[in-house]
């Protein structure tokens, strides 16, 4: 059985970027930002199974209000890796064919996590 490359589009740091994977790859990434409130911060690894494609995803980050967190899994299937719209409009959803950019059906596979220190303070 041959078990192609994963492609498919993602928006990060500002613009859109195309993914290729080969079967059994991972690529890890992250970004770090500082603004006059604290900072935040993104952590993904995106993992071609052969099946689908996961997505170990973690963000958070501190401001006036304290930390915030949350992590989980998502997955899509490599048959839905161009199944949805994009969603930002304003003619910036284009490839380089001139063809409307559309993004992968992620599905939650795992439980989502959520911190939020100041609803932790507050009892809630």
Known sequence: MNIKNARFWTYENGGWVKITLKPKQSLSFSHYSRDDEGHSYSNNTLTHTGKYV?????????????????????????????ANDTWRGEGEDIDEKGQPIRTPKWERAKKTRCYDENAENANY
């Open 54 to 82: 996961c997505n170990e995803w973690e963000q958070g980050g501190r401001d006036c209000d304290g930390r915030t967190s949350s992590s989980g899994v998502s997955v899509a299937n490599l048959n839905e890796l161009r």
